[in-house]
């Protein structure tokens, strides 16, 4: 089977297929239907051994048998909404509108289309390829899908590409994150009888106002902070007794990450040591590597990625950190790349949207890193 010639008889299929399976509400944890209709949809145009793991992932390993090398094929399933009823898709002026249309939707149809090729073609290949429809990378899914595909495949896995997002940037590191929910509990009271109790908001923003006095690492790492959200207290009258917050940090270099770390430990510690109750949870971790990465395996990945999209786009895509499914692979060693195969925007809003006609360019984009392993 002639791969020009199939992606040519599939343009429009990619377009049927994305308007499918954006009809399929998956949000983290919960993309056990979209998991079951890519193993069916696989199994329907011949591809054989597919199955679903702990994970929710669903996988297809082709010549994967045995001990020999792999190269992994990824593109995450979850969308970041938490809808589990289908969301409104529109199409208009060349344009495709749903919340999570892009990220990531569009590179799963499109991945799915080149494991159907590689099932009905059977092609010679270099080593084994495994493709994965895999679960949990948006927030608090903490990467789960990718980690299970890790832990089954890792020691095997000679670089693994994930298909996620826009075409114009390649991740090529790994931004990690370390996500908790502090908690602070105080005696509490009315805010006139017990006036002076200590208050859980007011000892909650001291906290947050010495954690924001950070000294940012000065080593050239990206390094973030952020309270993103603070519930707690009662009433207006009521001395709050409890007050919570979500706090991430984020760095793409290991060391600084770990400085981060250090020294919010070292905050609520200092605070625990003046008597106050403050607890911290660990929500999500999301690992990286070393910013300074010489291995010539991960430089040749990032070519042969920009090569593709250049190529088949026009344009030239920038080498950037993120915090992706790839961050799993990047902490072992294992070179790896995150590439879109789609143009579009508003990403993570209800108003996301992709252009129809960048899907061709995408499904080339995907067929020329999967093919480069064929014999």
Known sequence: ????????????????LLRTLCAIPAPSHHEEKRAAFCKAWLEAH???????????????????TGEGPLVLFMAHTDTVFPDLTPMTLTERDGKMLCPGVGDDTANVALLLLMAA????????????????????????????????????????????????????????????????????????GHSFSAFGN????????????????????????????????????????????????????????????????????????AFRADGLDIEAELLGERPCGSRENGDPRQAALLERCKDAVERHTGLKPEIVAMSTDCNIPFSLGIPAATVGLC???????????????????????????ISAHFA
């Not at 209800?350 to 890193?369: F, H, K, T, V």
Request: some cysteine; charged content about 20%; aromatic content about 8%.
């Open 1 to 16: 089977m002639d791969l020009n010639r199939y992606m040519e008889q599939n343009a429009q299929e990619a377009t049927a």
């Open 46 to 64: 011949g591809a054989e051994g597919v199955f679903i793991d702990e994970a929710l992932n669903a996988v297809y390993p082709y010549h994967a």
């Open 117 to 188: 090729y590689v099932a009905q073609a059977q092609p010679e290949t270099d080593c084994g390829i495994v493709f994965a429809f895999n679960a949990c990378e948006e927030g608090l899914g903490n990467l789960k899908g990718s980690r299970a595909l890790a832990a089954r495949y890792g020691a095997r896995l000679r670089e693994v590409v994930s298909f996620d997002g826009g075409m114009e940037e390649i991740c090529g590191a790994a931004v990690g994150s370390l996500r908790y929910r502090v908690t602070v509990r105080t005696v509490g």
């Open 198 to 269: 200590p208050n859980a908001i007011e000892r909650l923003s001291a906290v947050i106002q010495k954690l924001y006095a950070y000294p940012l690492p000065q080593n050239g790492s990206h390094t973030t902070f952020n309270v993103g959200q603070i519930t707690g207290g009662t009433s207006v009258n009521t001395i709050a007794q409890q007050a919570e917050m979500l706090y991430e940090f984020r760095s793409d270099d290991r060391e600084s990450l770990l400085d981060a770390r250090r020294y919010f430990e070292d905050v609520l510690e």
């Open 343 to 369: 143009r579009g925007g508003g990403a993570h809003t209800r108003e996301e949207w992709i252009e129809i006609e960048s899907l061709q360019a995408g499904l080339r984009i995907a067929a020329s890193l």
